[in-house]
């Protein structure tokens, strides 16, 4: 098995390699990643040492047409998993710009360079936020409509549709996942649980935005890496499968959860102003995945935030490098708007 897994120096996509090359002996990996804010090399450091012979690191752009079709051709790509995006609500709030160039136009440039290359199979990583917000009951399965209310979950949304017409004008072998909201090693702190941990552990106040009755749906990040290896050797081309963790928690009860296992005291907590188009509700059936994969989650979301916290605790170096001054500048900024 030969891929080219994008970005791969970001969250999801650095559990992804771990996972796969220490599971698949067989596995050759580029990993192509722009080094965005959100990229962070330690995180894949260990695997130039660990598999010199089957991992590459390609510094890159996946809207650079040149740069894709040469890795594709020089590394007789047979697979791409296309995790690279600008990921964060936020920051499309603040600024929509860069989610439409890499998110849509940047997907377009990797589907139709692996087309002209003949992919046999192309993995796209969405969410399930392009399917809008859900009251108090019900769940999201992979027929539910289309309705992304924020400017991330839109292009989000824009570049499921063109995979979609690249199978059916195409035939092209893409496959799309779609995920509910990960947590696990090596997130980048303005997520809401590594940020709650990273504030809880310097005491700082842990903003909650508006009412904190907003659900999500949280999965083990290890659980959505199996699901997206699931999808790469036994998907059906053409189709969508949702993924999920079976752990509907009120934001507010993650945050207490946070503040009980770190020994912190529940007076850190802030409530801010809400932020503007905020999901009330996410939750996935993911059925079709237990069905036509075998997918389980394997960890409940109290035995995934202990492994989290401690895994927080013993790599401060880490939750360090990623915090620049551009990091700093971002969150004070987004903070003072909202206290
Ligand atoms: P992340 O922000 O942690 O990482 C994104 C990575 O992509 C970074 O390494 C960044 O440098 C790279 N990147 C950004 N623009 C690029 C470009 N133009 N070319 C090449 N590389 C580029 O994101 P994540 O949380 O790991 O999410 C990965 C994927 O999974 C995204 O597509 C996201 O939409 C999706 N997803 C995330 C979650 C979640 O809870 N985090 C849930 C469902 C789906
Ligand atoms: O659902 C999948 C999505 O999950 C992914 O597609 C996105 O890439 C990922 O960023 C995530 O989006 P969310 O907006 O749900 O995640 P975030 O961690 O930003 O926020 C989770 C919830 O916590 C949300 O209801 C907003 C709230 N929140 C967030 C932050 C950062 C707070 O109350 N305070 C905060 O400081």
């Known amino acids: 098995m030969r891929l080219l897994v994008t970005g791969g120096c970001g969250f999801i996509g650095a559990n992804f390699l771990h996972h796969l090359l220490g599971t698949h002996d067989n596995a050759f990996v580029v990993n ?70 890499t998110n849509v136009m940047g997907t377009q440039v990797l589907l139709e360079c692996a087309r002209q290359h003949k992919i046999e199979r192309f993995v796209h990583i969405s969410t399930d936020e392009v399917y809008g917000s859900l009251g108090p009951e019900g769940a999201f399965s992979e027929t539910t409509p289309l309705a992304p209310n924020s400017p991330y979950s839109a292009s989000k949304a824009s570049a499921d549709l063109l995979c979609r017409a690249y199978f059916k004008t195409y035939n092209f072998p893409v496959l799309v996942t779609r995920c509910s909201n990960n947590y696990g090693p090596y997130q980048f702190p303005e997520k809401l649980i590594p940020l709650m941990i990273q504030k809880a552990g310097a005491n700082e106040p842990l903003p909650v935005y508006g009412d904190g009755q907003h659900v999500r749906d949280w999965i083990y990040v290890l659980d ?19 993924f999920g963790g079976a752990s509907e928690l009120p934001n507010i009860e993650v945050v207490k959860t946070i503040l009980t296992a770190l020994g912190k005291d529940e007076s850190l907590i802030r409530y801010v102003k809400d932020r503007p188009g905020h999901d009330r509700r996410y939750a996935m059936d993911y059925s079709l ?48 708007e909202r206290v």
């Not at 051709?73 to 860069?98: C, L, T, W, Y």
């Not at 959505?224 to 949702?242: A, D, I, P, S």
């Not at 492994?307 to 969150?331: C, H, K, L, P």
Request: charged share 25%; aromatic share 12%; glycine share 8%.
């Open 32 to 101: 192509l990643d722009k080094l965005t804010y959100a990229g962070n090399p330690l995180s894949v450091k260990a695997l130039e040492d660990r598999y010199p012979e089957r991992y590459v690191f390609a510094h890159g752009d996946i809207g650079d047409q040149d740069l894709v079709m040469g890795l594709l051709e020089g590394h007789q790509i047979e697979a791409v998993v296309n995790f690279a995006a600008e990921s964060h609500v936020d920051r499309s709030i603040s600024d929509p710009a860069p989610f439409v160039t």
């Open 224 to 242: 959505h890496c199996r699901g997206v290896e699931l999808t790469l050797t036994k998907g059906k081309e053409g189709k969508v499968y949702n």
């Open 289 to 336: 995945a237990e069905k036509e994969l075998g997918f389980v989650p394997e960890f409940d979301f109290s035995r995934g935030i202990a492994e989290t916290i401690a895994w927080y605790e013993a790599n401060q170096d880490w939750m360090e490098s990623v915090q620049s001054g551009a990091y700093r500048e971002f969150m004070s900024r987004w903070y003072k």
